[in-house]
């Protein structure tokens, strides 16, 4: 089955490390999505890529870096400089056919840091 | 900069007809998107909107107004496993087509 997975589930960490999530497609999809999401509130862009070894920083990149090494491939780090790191964050793939546009989520993964 | 506006909440029965408004500023438009997310899961994919008009898939429709920057969700025949959160979203042209700005969700509930 084509789709995105994302793992683990839920991560716990300790303020002041990094954590890596991972974010997975087969799906063929050239372009990836990183969104963070908030209790109550909509998904804001962290980082995304057009296509491999290139990315582009969303609206709310601060204390968040990625790569693209592989087309399959997107992993986020959260980093230590990130204030706020506790929140679901979502991996996503896109196809774009001119008239159709339709982003493919993966089942998220949820931090909490203490 | 992106500002998109949906209701918070919206409450309807079962059977009945709801629709969900957004309205959007953006420095540049490409098409409007709408996506479905029941608590806890991952926002799945409804319409998609690049022209104006009318989209109609199933129980949804959509449509588009670029003249007006605005757009709606139009559920049909509600089913509780409707409730959940509606997201509508718009495609701009900051960098490129790809990127997509997210309004706050429209929290749905239906009630028997």
């Known amino acids: 089955d084509g789709g995105i997975t994302q793992s683990p589930k839920y991560l716990f960490r300790k303020e002041g490390q990094n954590v890596t999530l991972s974010c997975e497609q087969n799906?063929?999809?050239?372009?990836m999505y990183w969104y963070r999401q908030d209790p109550g509130q909509g998904l804001r862009l962290i980082y995304y890529?057009?296509?491999?070894?290139?990315?582009q920083k969303g609206d709310i990149a601060e204390g968040y870096s990625v790569s693209r090494e592989k087309k399959e491939s997107f992993p986020l780090t959260v980093t230590s400089a990130q204030k706020n790191p506790t929140a679901f964050y979502l991996c996503?793939?896109?196809?774009?056919?001119?008239?159709?546009?339709?982003?493919?989520f993966g089942p998220g993964t949820r931090l909490t840091v203490t | 900069g992106q500002s998109l506006e949906q209701p918070s909440e919206v409450t309807a029965v079962e059977g009945a007809i709801v629709q969900i408004n957004c309205t959007y500023q953006?420095?540049?438009?490409?098409?409007l998107s709408w996506y479905q997310q029941h608590d806890g899961g991952a926002p799945t994919f409804l319409s998609y909107?690049?022209?104006?008009g009318l989209e109609e898939t199933g129980r949804f429709s959509s449509f588009l107004s670029r003249s007006d920057s605005y757009g709606y969700l139009l559920l049909q025949e509600l089913q509780m496993k409707d409730s959940a959160s509606y997201f509508c979203?718009?495609?701009?042209?900051?960098?490129?087509?790809?990127?997509?700005?997210f309004g706050d969700g429209t929290t749905l509930t239906v009630k028997p």
């Open positions: 953006t420095s540049g438009f490409y098409g």
């Open positions: 890529s057009q296509i491999v070894n290139d990315f």
């Open positions: 979203a718009v495609r701009d042209q900051t960098f490129n087509a790809g990127k997509s700005t």
């Open positions: 909107n690049g022209l104006d």
């Open positions: 799906l063929n999809h050239d372009a």
């Open positions: 996503a793939s896109s196809i774009d056919l001119g008239l159709v546009y339709e982003q493919y």
